[in-house]
């Protein structure tokens, strides 16, 4: 398996394109279908696989005309099966897809939609976490509560902490001048918002990134009780 390639898309998301095997790959969260068609195409990769991580627009919005140009597999959450485009395979916590040599965990992380799933690659050390975890930030709890989304950082931040997170939006700015009013004495995040300052500034992307970083960095994944979760949630919110 190569390194998975960032695919920029509408606003501010990140498409995943996942080689893992010659001349294959998988595709994670296609907001659109064009730039994710002809990054395959530029690399002689057939897309195989569609890997949905919920079902908001930006996500799915690729997958009918993906799976029309290329006749792949859609695989998406069990629990949100009626709104996937195209979907082939429901899946949910426990279950594994397998993608030749390699296998993908998933992960239930239902908090910023009520089916939410994540996929990690152990294999790769890779999380694919959609609009669960982001850097120094988490998904707006859209359908479920603080205590979902405080489960579902807690099953994350327990994969090895080399693992390089994928996530689905390039939030990181707004996260990290967020995450500094929590913890103004964070020496690590301080620098991260520096780091990540001079990346956009730059016009340079701050995903992919390492969990390491999120346990050193984000207050959510730092957040000790569900409450304190909510209430940093909430904040953000009107940030
Ligand atoms: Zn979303």
């Known amino acids: 398996m190569t390194k998975p390639v960032r695919i920029p898309a509408l ?10 095997a010659p001349g294959l790959a998988a595709v994670v969260d296609p907001a659109v279908a064009e730039p994710v068609l002809e990054a395959a195409e530029a690399r002689g990769l057939r897309i195989s696989h569609i890997l949905n991580t ?58 910023h939609t009520a089916g939410h799933i994540a996929y990690h ?6 999380l694919f976490s959609g609009d669960t975890l982001f850097a120094m930030g988490c998904g707006r709890l859209f359908e479920g509560t603080a205590a979902d989304m405080f489960a579902a950082l807690g099953k994350l931040k327990a994969l090895p902490a080399d693992t390089l997170v994928c996530c689905a939006h390039e939030y990181s700015l707004s996260n990290a001048r967020f995450a500094v009013t929590v913890e103004p004495d964070n020496a690590a995040l301080q620098a991260r918002l520096k780091a990540v300052e001079a990346a956009r500034a730059a016009a340079q992307p701050t995903v992919p990134f390492r969990l390491s970083e999120e346990l050193e960095t984000n207050p959510f994944v730092r957040a000790d009780t569900i409450a304190e979760l909510g209430a940093r949630r909430s904040a953000k919110d009107a940030f």
């Open 11 to 20: 606003s501010d998301n990140y498409v995943w394109l996942l080689p893992y």
């Open 54 to 111: 919920h079902w908001h627009p930006d996500h799915v919005g690729g997958n009918a005309a993906i799976k029309a140009a290329t006749g792949c597999t859609v695989v998406g959450p069990a629990r949100e099966a009626a709104r996937i485009p195209g979907l082939d395979l429901g899946v949910d916590e426990g279950d594994r897809v397998a993608l030749c040599d390699i296998h993908l965990d998933v992960l239930f992380v239902g908090a």
């Open 121 to 126: 690659v152990p294999a790769a050390r890779l």
